[in-house]
């Protein structure tokens, strides 16, 4: 077990975080999060950090769901309280008796000169 709040839990921590923002950003599957932590510590076997992350499939989702949604969701909105004009598209449907709800926000962003598109998924459960 590593000491909380050492350099070495902190890094564990941040490559936690890293592996659940990796898994959403390139649209993987959380399955694949259980072959990555035990590979990971195969591939690095002198990485202390790889050998101590936990991430699999309970953890990275709270993660996300817990910290990465909230941040995305109020850096969204910030930004586009900054704009003048954005446009929303919008979807309904359903998968496994979920019914979903995305929704794809585009606008403009000076700061990054360049056209965002943000896109939040909203799920309503039976």
Same mark, same amino acid.
């Given at each position: 077990?590593?000491?909380?709040?050492t350099?070495?839990?902190i890094l564990v921590? +941040?490559?936690?975080?890293? &592996?659940?923002?990796?898994?959403?950003n390139h649209h993987q599957s959380f399955n694949s999060l259980d072959c990555n932590?035990?590979?990971?510590?195969?591939?690095?076997?002198?990485s202390k950090i790889a050998a101590?992350?936990?991430? +699999?499939?309970?953890?990275? &989702?709270a993660i996300i769901k817990n910290i990465w949604a909230p941040h995305s969701l109020q850096t969204i909105k910030e930004e586009i309280e900054q704009v003048p004009f954005y446009g929303v598209l919008t979807d309904a449907s359903n998968h496994n008796g979920e019914k979903l709800f995305p929704l794809i926000i585009q606008y403009f962003s000076e700061t990054k000169v360049s056209f965002e598109n943000s896109m939040a998924v909203f799920v309503a459960s039976n």
């Amino acid at each position: 077990m590593v000491k909380e709040n050492t350099p070495e839990d902190i890094l564990v921590c +941040a490559a936690e975080l890293t &592996t659940a923002y990796k898994i959403v950003n390139h649209h993987q599957s959380f399955n694949s999060l259980d072959c990555n932590t035990k590979l990971n510590s195969k591939l690095y076997p002198d990485s202390k950090i790889a050998a101590k992350q936990s991430t +699999a499939r309970t953890k990275a &989702t709270a993660i996300i769901k817990n910290i990465w949604a909230p941040h995305s969701l109020q850096t969204i909105k910030e930004e586009i309280e900054q704009v003048p004009f954005y446009g929303v598209l919008t979807d309904a449907s359903n998968h496994n008796g979920e019914k979903l709800f995305p929704l794809i926000i585009q606008y403009f962003s000076e700061t990054k000169v360049s056209f965002e598109n943000s896109m939040a998924v909203f799920v309503a459960s039976n």
